[in-house]
């Protein structure tokens, strides 16, 4: 659910985009990126909050979990029990880590094939697509980790754990630099195959369909 309301509207506005004005440099392809992620960023919130809260019920006594029987069950039950409102918690973090992704993602992954087929033999192909968007989440991973922690942390927090996103880094760093970078081995082995296998199926819908054709000068 966070997906659909996150990736598709993130990809409609960046390809979109890069059709709509003919983007050629990368500060352009950095710019729709932003604007991608900042939309899609708040969109995709609701679904986020529930899906962090069920990913820690396990980590809960078995008295304080929540039980989400599945994301309609949690987005309806948030609403009832804690207000509307309470859905879009962290959706300041949530929105900052969709712009620092899409930024690191989508214009690195096509300046990476730009580099790669200006100084290899490498042709548009699985290849080029696998390799590019390799370089992509090792960004986007590094880039995102330490708000994904942040975030993590203000949505499985209490309406009173903290008092702002400032109050929320203070704490974070009293355990040293290496806190906001907890969990980035597997943070990584997740977003290894999953932004490969995504671009290449995006690249070979693009080049079946013709939806959006490439720059000829890339």
Known sequence: MRQLAY???????????????????????????????????????????INVRMQH???????????????FDGIIRVCREEGVLRLFVGSPLATLRAIVLNVSSMPVYDQSKIF??????????????????FIAAIC???????????????MNAKSKDYKGIVHLIMRTAKFGPFAFYKGYVPSLVRNLPHTILMYIFMEQLRLHFGIIKENPKE
């Open 57 to 71: 019920d396990v980590k809960l006594p078995i008295e304080e979990r929540r039980n989400y029987k599945h994301v």
């Open 116 to 133: 790669l087929r200006s100084k290899t033999n490498l042709n548009d192909g699985i290849v080029l697509h696998s390799a590019s968007s």
């Open 7 to 49: 990736a598709t509207t993130a990809f409609a506005i960046y390809d979109v985009g890069k059709s709509l004005i003919n983007s050629e440099t990368f500060i352009s392809r950095v710019g729709l990126a932003f604007l991608g992620g900042t939309v899609s960023g708040f969109m995709g919130v609701p679904a986020d909050v």
């Open 140 to 154: 986007v991973t590094t880039m995102v980790q330490p708000i994904d922690v942040l975030k993590t942390r203000a």
